[in-house]
């Protein structure tokens, strides 16, 4: 069985042009890429829809921010997924990823439980560490989750994830972290209506467990909630995803501690560039980790099926930039451009080393040329046959059981129309052919969630 979905990076629309010194960038002033951010918004919503008419089972997105150079643009993707879900009834809704680092882990854990009430249990988790200083020194350098400490920024993303697990799992919980106290040990809370609701026998938890009552404080004046030294213990989080016992995670992976973090803990691994031979040794890894580990499940299913599980959803994830040249779409010329946008950003990342088959020495620094790309089939750009034959093998190769894969089709200088383009003629020409090949795919029941304002009550079913 196969399980096919769309990636989504939000590559800049505008043309594409190499400066004096060989650098791929966009072609436009500030306020260009502003529209630009509009439009790739827009068309973003537009192809999720889209993606479920034509039959794709998933759509995933990244979240990036702050980037004028072209490469990505997703500074929110569960709210751009909920505008999705609002228009759509059966893809599932996936991030690679929520970059936990820069977030106050109770607040994505609501957000992220909203998109699965409201899609009606579609959210796949993805939940990421970040590596871009500009982002997460801006946007999470203030609770302590900076890149430049490689060993801080993993323990805030370990405990971000503890605490996401307790507020989609307990009704009622604290926290006492490294980084989080939660509630904070001087948060006071002399509520009467707090107080009356857990003096109840039936509220599910004593007054005892939620607040620590006390006398007035004789040195504050104003409102009883606060003039007080009652404190509060425990914090309810609402609402919590209709998935039970939560959604199934995700995590892009790509060093060992990282595979082996997710394989340890029930998180789906998701790998975006390895070409054929580096993933088919990152999925034993996995799998290795995983048995190791006694097969970890949200569900406690045991083993799995090696590479996917599609009856599951347990397993390994993988995508490649595919680009159709062939039955009147497609430009080759202008996605080599493309792609160099992308990897003129990534490169000095150090991303370069991500594409070396196992063994080969890599300059991590060194630039990465479009044909490099192709020749490693990380982008996978030509005929109709030759997309899905290259897609096929990476299930052989790899050695799959189920098969789950994304399709990479929006790239730096193409517009959504083309990008959509793209999307029908996959889905016409090569989807039929990889379900063939691979046992067909899976069924996805529609959401039954009821979103018409003249109805007064929401129901949702999930598995």
């Known amino acids: 069985m196969i399980e ?98 820069w977030h106050h882990p109770v607040r994505i854990a609501e957000q992220a439980a909203m998109l699965d009430v409201i899609s009606g249990g579609r959210l796949d988790f993805g939940m990421g560490r970040g590596y871009q200083p500009r982002e997460t020194e801006v946007l999470g350098g203030q609770m302590g989750a900076t890149i430049q400490d490689q060993e801080r920024n993993r323990a805030y993303f370990e405990e971000a994830y503890e605490i996401i697990l307790k507020c989609w799992t307990q009704d009622s919980f604290s926290h006492h972290g490294e980084f989080f106290t939660i509630p904070p040990s001087y948060t006071r809370w002399n509520h009467q209506q707090t107080i009356a609701y857990f003096s109840e026998p039936d509220a599910g938890r004593s007054l005892e467990d939620v607040i620590k009552l006390g006398a007035p404080d004789m040195y504050s004046m104003g409102s009883p909630v606060l003039a007080t030294t009652t404190k509060l213990r425990e914090l309810q989080v609402y609402p919590q995803p209709v998935q039970k016992p939560y959604p199934q995670m995700w995590e892009p992976v790509t060093s060992p501690r990282s595979v082996e973090f997710a394989a340890q803990n029930g998180v789906n691994a998701y790998f975006i560039v390895e070409p054929n031979l580096r993933l088919r040794d990152n999925i034993r890894m996995y799998y290795d980790a995983a048995e190791k580990a006694g097969w970890p499940d949200r569900l406690n299913r045991g083993e799995f099926k090696y590479g996917w599980d599609a009856s599951k959803r347990r397993g390994i994830i993988t995508g490649r930039y595919l680009h159709i040249a062939d039955k009147g779409i497609g430009d080759m010329d202008r996605a080599a451009r493309g792609l160099e946008v992308q990897w003129d950003y990534y490169g000095p990342f150090g991303f370069a080393g991500v594409l070396a088959d196992p063994g080969e020495d890599v300059d991590m620094g060194r630039k990465v040329s479009f044909q490099e790309l192709r020749d490693r089939k990380v982008a996978i750009h030509g005929s109709v046959d030759y997309v899905t034959e290259e897609i096929l093998k990476i299930k052989e190769i790899a050695g799959y059981e189920d098969f789950m894969f994304n399709a990479w089709f929006e790239m730096g200088g193409f517009s959504t129309t083309e990008i959509e383009e793209q999307m029908m003629c996959f889905a016409e020409e090569i989807m039929p052919v990889l379900r063939r090949e691979c046992g067909g795919g899976p069924e996805h029941p529609e959401s039954t969630v009821e979103l018409d304002p003249e109805v007064h009550h929401l129901t949702a079913t999930a598995d």
Do not use: C, W
């Open 4 to 101: 096919i979905g769309v990636f989504h990076n939000g590559a800049s629309d505008l043309p594409t042009m190499v400066t004096k010194d060989g650098i791929a960038i966009n072609k436009g002033n500030l306020r260009a890429t502003q529209e630009s951010a509009a439009r790739v918004q827009i068309g973003q919503v537009r192809q999720g829809v889209l993606a479920e008419k034509l039959g794709f089972d998933a759509f995933f997105m990244t979240e990036h921010h702050f980037q004028p150079e072209g490469a990505e643009y997703s500074p929110n993707p569960l709210m751009t997924e909920m505008a999705i879900a609002a228009l759509t009834k059966r893809i599932r809704l996936g991030q690679a990823a929520n970059i936990l680092t």
